[in-house]
């Protein structure tokens, strides 16, 4: 028996980005199908305080669920699995699931983030919202007059640790090979950050949350937080399969236009997948945006192929 699926809109990630933009393209009578895993988004483990409209803390775990029992109630159907395969055919795509589902669609939006990298140590996971952090913009708030380091070689870390010094009552700086500009080295050294080079974490200590790190030297650092800066990388494989212009720099974003709508008619691209900055509020912006123009695309696709 075929496993084959229709919709007009298949959307590849349950983050921030994809529901919105489920949303919104449901409530323009389209037929949506989202696919991915809440508990895969960035969003999930965080603590959301700077998104407008909401007072309070609250966790990324709630908003998703609460996310997609909007999505779903608007009619968009969920399967949670990750796609494996996708292919133009014409003015159509094939989308394939990690359980072979096949689904037919007239458009896709990417909405799957990106995936952090992170130090590969033993209990990193474990630690995540609980001292360990990838993310300064996000989380430094949380860290006032608190001890905390910083761990990567470039820019992002060294004004990661500097948008830190500003808070926190002491950070220190740990990087293997730091490949900074003199400009910065300046300023950390006028911020008062502590730079340790040469350095690398082989250790995060503590019970529930993170109280210490060790070093490769032996050196116990006693702190609240660890900031792992070390850069995103996306999961672009995909996307360039389609033929997706990826950014020609690194090869980690998707080149999308204020539509949101990248090189590629029918697809579309939303959120962290986007690049910076990586932000609930402009992932839903954006989502926003793709949703309806998403929709807007299948819904003249659909009335021009009536009259014809
Ligand atoms: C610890 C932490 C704290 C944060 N704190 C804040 C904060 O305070 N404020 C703020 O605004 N932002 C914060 N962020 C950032 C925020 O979570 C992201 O900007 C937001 O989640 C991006 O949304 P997105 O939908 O683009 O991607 P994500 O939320 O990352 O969702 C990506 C989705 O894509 C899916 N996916 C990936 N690959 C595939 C595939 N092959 N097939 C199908 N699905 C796929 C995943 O399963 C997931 O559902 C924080 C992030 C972290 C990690």
Redesign the pocket.
Known sequence: MSKKKHYDIVI?????????AAIHATRKKTSVLL?????????????????CCIEGVKT?KEL?EAGLKQATSFGAKHIE????RTEKHNKKFLVE??SHIEIECYSIIM??????KGLGLDREKEF??RG????V???A?FYKDKVVAVVGDGSAAASGALTLSKLAKHVTLISKELDISAGLKEDLAAAQVEVLEGRKVKELIGDNELKAIKLDNDQKIDLDGLFIEKGAKG?ME?AAFLGVTLDPEHFTYIITNKNQETNVEGIYA?????GP????????G??CIAGMNAASYVNHLKRKSKEG
């Open positions: 590849l990630g349950v983050g921030p980005a994809g529901l919105q696919l991915g895993r809440l508990n895969k988004s960035s969003l999930y483990k965080a603590h959301i305080e700077n998104y990324g998703l699995e990750d796609v494996i699931t990690e909405a799957t983030g990106i995936s952090r995540v919202g360990v952090s990838y993310c913009d996000c989380d708030n999961t995909l939303c959120g962290d997948v986007c900055p990586f932000q609930m509020a402009k992932a839903v954006e989502g």
